[in-house]
């Protein structure tokens, strides 16, 4: 079982930044690939980036690449998400998923684990 935690959402003006943490229990977490996810009220849970277990690979959607980064410390069992540049539309909860397999998926069934979410909100 692994459980993920995320931190760090809150309210931001547009055009701001935040830094998105998840920490993840056990001791495997180098050999998971990791996602971050958001989901707004009425809409489908859409895929935001993905990085492999060493983090030499990353994965972004179209909509926020450019704009955010994901990074690992694998000794601190942690995933990030740096988000600048927010817009209004990124408003949403977001989530960080574990895949055991290790791969760099945008598949929302590709992922094992869920984190709880944590709130981002962007007034204009």
């Known amino acids: 079982q692994v459980q993920l935690v995320e931190s760090g959402g809150g309210l931001v003006q547009a055009g701001g930044s935040l830094r998105l943490s998840c920490a993840a229990s056990?001791?495997?977490?180098?050999?998971?690939?990791m996602g971050w996810f958001r989901q707004a009220p009425g809409k489908e849970r859409e895929f935001v980036a993905a990085i492999n277990p060493i983090g030499s690979s990353t994965y972004y959607s179209d909509s926020v690449k450019g704009r955010f980064t994901i990074s690992r410390d694998n000794a601190k069992n942690t995933v990030y998400l740096q988000m600048n540049s927010l817009k209004p539309e990124d408003t949403a909860l977001y989530y960080c998923a574990a895949d055991l397999y290790g791969r760099v998926s945008s598949a929302v069934r590709a992922y094992d684990y869920w984190g709880q979410g944590t709130q981002v909100t962007v007034s204009s």
């Open positions: 056990g001791r495997n977490f180098g050999t998971y690939g």
